[in-house]
């Protein structure tokens, strides 16, 4: 393998790995953003779950003060009732402070029923509260690790910008603008082939062309127009010798009548 082939080889990696990490740097503010508008809406979970509490206390302090005005209408019809000249007008109150005591009761009720929501929506709100404590504290250590983790993708991406650089000045330049031209398009400019295949695109070479770039010929790929290359270490089992598609198809063509009777 000649040298501009093996830089040419670890700039493709040092690319590969620059353009990963430019990725994952920019997708980083996007997660950042994500987990910031759940703590948003979780705090605002937290917001009506207080909201709705309060509600529901002013709720009963109403009712407290309705049973306070029908306590008090009570207490002035009895004393009334205590200077009344018929049976009529006695009657007409007792029947007054019946009834404003059934509205004490219906009052009561509607208290007791406002408590138990309360007891609801309090549980709900502590639940509420709990997750949006724990989220705030995920976010806190996920800006934290962001931080450092930009740091140290930042200071990667300098050494992978200086690799580069280095590289570069390496490889010979009409295959470099090759590379360039076919990497801008597909992503990558390079691909080894292993197995008669171009692992770039996995498609079979055609036998011919097989030899040819395991002999180190400089071929594209017939598929997708990469560079291919040939990596015998990463083929320590023998390669079986290869058929010509077209001689096993004759092959079974004059075996054919043979068989029939
Ligand atoms: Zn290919």
Redesign the pocket.
Known sequence: MDASLEHLIRLQEVDVETAQLRQSIAALPRHLAAIEEKLRSQTLVVEQADKAVQAEEAKRRRFESDIKDQQQKIAKFRDQSGSVKTNEQFHALQHEITFAENEIRRIEDQELESMERTEQLESGRTRARQDLASHKAFVEREKEGARKQTAEQQARLDELNKSRAELRVEIDKELLADYDRIASSRGTGL?RVQGQR?L??Q?FLRPQMWNQVREGQRMH?E??G?LLYFDPSFEPIPEPPIVEPSKRKKKIITEAPETEP
């Open positions: 691909a171009c770039g695109c498609m790929c598929s997708c990469r």
